[in-house]
């Protein structure tokens, strides 16, 4: 018989929100086996057809659970409000509206609301009783997540900002020949402008950074993909709360750059030319949305049709030939200026993340989501082209003194879902076949020479229907959470 194991929330900050709850909220719990108030209420009892329990659990702020496991396991699902998980020897979580947590069967762990905001929770179990064990250590419970998590970036859902600018870095003047004549073509004259003797500052990147109050020591740097700025790391499609925002709240200070010739760097030294094609069904493909203007079964991304508007009107064109090396030079520059960070790249930047990282002892760790170019091997390892249907994906060589560079920091590379093993006729799926596998080579390249690189495929993980913009997607807390991880593991929180 199938067993199914769930916990769902609600928030509350101080006090139960005005709406009214799917549920009522039950009774209030004798305080036994935790600390603060905690209101259960039985939505369905265990029968002979279905064998699992299903509890909902009112957390008001600063109410936790003792450790403790179900014999049978539980899942958490996560409706709203802001609580903490943690497993035993695990990393201390963050948890919110949307998030799904797996305690597995006999795994000790605990979780609670926070200090500041509560949680409803609706906990879907076995019929084995949970065995309960000692309480939270008060200590671990105040200095909250992963270095004492998110309470210095959040109070009460407010996000608290210590500083916060723009400013653009790298780049080069042209200067045209000749003088200016300040008389004679001072006159804007946009038919037959004299440029004689004048500048041009261009092939610089714009950057957006906040930092949060209480922030941890490393940055992490946010580079967009092909046809995107920005905007990628913000707001979702659907109006959600991005990476910019949840790795704020982690107490990360976040830098957006817009890279040279797109989007608030637009200004290049080279001249360029926009077609205006009408090309949003070929990138609903490649970004693997779907087909056509068919979605894929179970996709994460928003169904809605505002939301796929927004996320259409978030393309951005190139001002100027894409030129990788003045990409890196602009990137590099900005590691120059904040000093070490953390470089987390989407798509076409992540292949330029890895060139830059060759570049630049300041970056310390790179998270690569979905890279799909310019894999760097060393000189002679370089592996045969991956051919796919509308193309062909071939890695560069360089020297091998250069290439240990990237042995010496830890690597973590994410893909999505919808990408096959095999050779498909649809072309969106089938560029992402080719990078994957090529990123399967580079893995083992790396690591063989000694460095430090996890290749995870969000499946395996089990987030199912992830696009090429898993940080966007319906699940992208879940997705920021194997990041949280993942820094947390090679400690760089």
């Known amino acids: 018989m199938h067993k199914l194991f769930l916990l769902i929330g609600l928030s509350l900050t101080l006090h139960l929100p005005a709406q009214t709850p799917t549920f009522p909220r039950g009774d209030l719990a004798p305080n036994v086996h935790h600390t603060g108030d905690v209101w259960l209420y039985s939505v369905s009892r265990a029968d002979s057809t279905f064998d699992y329990n299903v509890t909902q659990a009112t957390s008001a702020p600063g109410s936790r659970l003792d450790w403790h496991l179900h014999p049978d396991g539980q899942q958490l699902l996560i409706t709203d409000g802001v609580g903490y998980y943690q497993e035993r020897g695990g990393p201390l979580r963050v948890i919110r509206k949307g998030d799904v947590i797996k305690s597995a069967p006999g795994v000790e762990h605990w979780h609670a609301a926070t200090p500041d905001s509560g949680v409803v929770y609706l906990a879907i179990y076995g019929g084995a009783g949970t065995e309960w064990l000692e309480p939270v250590d008060e200590e671990v419970y105040r200095r909250g ?4 998590g998110a309470r210095g970036a959040t109070e009460g859902g407010s996000l608290l900002i210590e500083e916060q600018g723009s400013f653009t870095v790298g780049g080069t003047v042209k200067t045209s020949p000749g003088t200016f004549d300040p008389i004679a073509d001072g ?23 906040q930092k949060p109050a209480n922030a941890r020591s490393l940055p992490l740097v946010f580079w967009h993909g092909y046809g995107q700025s920005m905007k990628t790391w913000q707001t979702t499609p659907d109006g959600r709360e991005g990476f ?7 107490r990360y200070p976040v830098y957006l750059l817009d890279q040279p010739g797109r989007g608030l760097a637009g200004r290049t030294t080279q001249p360029g030319s926009y077609a205006a094609a009408t090309d949003d069904q070929l990138w609903f493909g490649i970004f693997r949305l779907g087909t056509d203007r068919e979605f894929y079964p179970g996709v ?7 939301a796929l508007n927004q996320f259409f009107r978030q393309m951005t064109p190139d001002t100027g030939p894409l030129d990788v090396d003045v990409n890196v030079a602009a990137v590099s520059a900005l590691f120059d200026t904040v000093g070490a960070g953390i470089l987390v790249t989407h798509s076409h930047s992540g292949g330029q993340g890895w060139l830059t990282a060759l570049a630049n002892d300041n970056i310390r760790a790179i998270a690569s989501y979905e890279p799909g170019s310019n894999f760097v091997f060393p000189e002679g390892e370089v592996p045969e082209p991956i051919d796919y249907v509308g193309g062909r994906l071939s890695a560069r060589g360089v020297p091998m003194e250069t290439f240990r560079r990237l042995t010496e920091i830890p690597i973590v590379i994410y893909y999505g879902d919808y990408i096959p093993d095999e050779a498909v006729e649809n072309p969106g799926q089938e560029q992402w076949r080719a990078a994957v596998q090529m990123a399967r080579q580079w893995t083992e390249t790396v690591n063989r020479h000694g460095g430090d690189v996890t290749l995870l495929e969000l499946p395996d993980a089990g987030l199912q229907g992830n696009t090429h913009f898993p940080m966007s997607d319906l699940n992208n807390q879940a997705v920021a959470q194997l990041l949280l991880d993942w820094l947390a593991e090679k400690g760089l929180d």
Do not use: C, K, M, W
Request: proline share 7%; charged share 10%; hydrophobic share 35%.
């Open 145 to 148: 997540p992963a270095q004492e």
């Open 244 to 250: 910019q925002t949840i790795f704020l709240r982690q």
């Open 300 to 306: 994460q991304f928003s169904q809605e049709p505002e």
């Open 187 to 209: 006159a804007f004259n946009p038919t037959a402008q004299s440029t004689a003797g004048q500048t041009l500052h261009g092939d610089h990147a714009f950057v957006l950074y």
